[in-house]
Every structure is written in C-alpha cells, then in structure tokens.
C-alpha cells in the first residue's frame, strides 16, 4: 500500500485563486487517518510552506525552496538541505546590481542584518517588466551549478505564457536541489520505499518527482511536458482534482481490504 503522498502546493492545492477546498482539506485528513501520510512539495519558503500544511491538516514535514530543504515544522529541524555556494550568491548580487533589479534572498542563520551566505537556500529575482526575460535568463545562464525556476503570473494567477505575464520571478537553487532528490533523502530517513510514493504536480519543477515516485499525477492544468512524465492525469486544480482523486484512491482501498476480509473467511 501507498505510504505517502507529496502534492505540489501552487497551481495542485490551490485553486487559481489561491483557495485551498474545504472537500480538498477533508480528503487529506480522511486519507492521512488510513495511514498515509500527506506532505507538502513546493518552490515555497518555510513560512508559507509551513502555513498550507496546517491549514490542510498535512503531516509534519514540508519540501521547500524546490527541493533544497526538508523541514520537521513539528520539532523546528532541518533534515536535509542544498545551500547555493557563496561565490554564487556573490555572483547574483553583482548580476542583480548591474541589471538594476531586487534580489531576494532566502537564508537559514541571519544574524543582526549580517548575511551568512553559507546558508542561502535559494534567491529570488521579482521582473516586473517581461520584455526583459530573454535578457534576465542569457545573464543567469552563464552562472555555474545552477538551477533556474521561473514562475509567470498574469494579475496573481499562475500562467505559462510569458508574453500574457505582468509578473515573473526566476528562483534560483542549488544545481543538485530538485523536489525528487529531497523526497529521496526524507524517504531514507523514514525508511518508504519508491514504490510507496505517490507525487502530484502541475508545473515543470514537479516533473522529476513525478517520473521517479511510484505513482506519478499530473494535474489536469499542468503544462503537456509535465502530463507527458506522469502515470495519470487527474482534473484541474480548479475542479478539485487533488480531493477527487484521494476520494478514489480512498474507496480502491476499503474495496482491497474488503476483499482482502472475505478471503480470510
């Protein structure tokens, strides 16, 4: 039987409006009550990683920064991270300076304002100005051990058409940091084989754990790349595909152990 289940947060929990269901909430707390676990995927950072999971009654671990950290919000621990190097950080904020552009910086152990750039999990480049993507993106390619998330929002809802976007932000990570190697470390730790896990996603940051988890679900949303990488796919986030398919996957096992009771009769 499944073991755990790792759902993309943005444009997969939520609907367009940013709306987790309350069916989607129930569904989750119905399935973690069977023995699964739910955990939190996302490009996220901590706080607001942290903040979808208890609203959802999700266990008590979040995937963050794309992968490059698991958290245990539950007794306050990382239990693995993939830091950008320092040079980098260096680097982006020379790149960010000249470009005349924010860099927002997400790091573990800030102290009085001094940033240990050890410790950065991933930057963040607010574009306000799409016509400038193709400059942005030629700049952060010639940076080493990279990797660039970029995400286009269209008046606060998620879109994959850069030139209908009014928003885009590249968020930029560790090389080795995806959401699969960061399932892989927590699921050693836990000790849930691959063949346990089920991983939900829409977007192109999903489709490494999709094609590497058991069970692998696109939304009816995501992008034909990520569908094309996936086991099924499931209706759109806003058709409340996440609690539409828990519901199901809910009744397959009540039917396996119903059988599973008569055979034993």
Known sequence: MYKVIFIDIDGTLKDSNGHISNNTIAEIEKIKNMGIQVILCSGRNKE???????QCKAS???IIFDGAEVWDYENETPLFKLCLTKETVEELERLTKRLKLELIISADNLQADVLNKYAVLQ???KLFKPDRIDEIRRSLQEL???KINELMRKSNV???????ADQIDFFISNGQANKWKAIEELCKIKGI?????IAIGDGSNDIEMLKNAGFGIAMGNATEEVKENADIMIPSNDKEGVAIFLKELRNRINLKNKSNEKGER
């Open 48 to 54: 607001d990683a942290v903040k979808y999971s208890k």
């Open 60 to 62: 008590g671990y979040v």
């Open 123 to 125: 930057c963040r480049i």
């Open 144 to 146: 080493d051990n990279i």
């Open 158 to 164: 998620i879109t994959y058409d850069s030139n209908n």
């Open 193 to 197: 084989n691959r063949k346990d896990i």
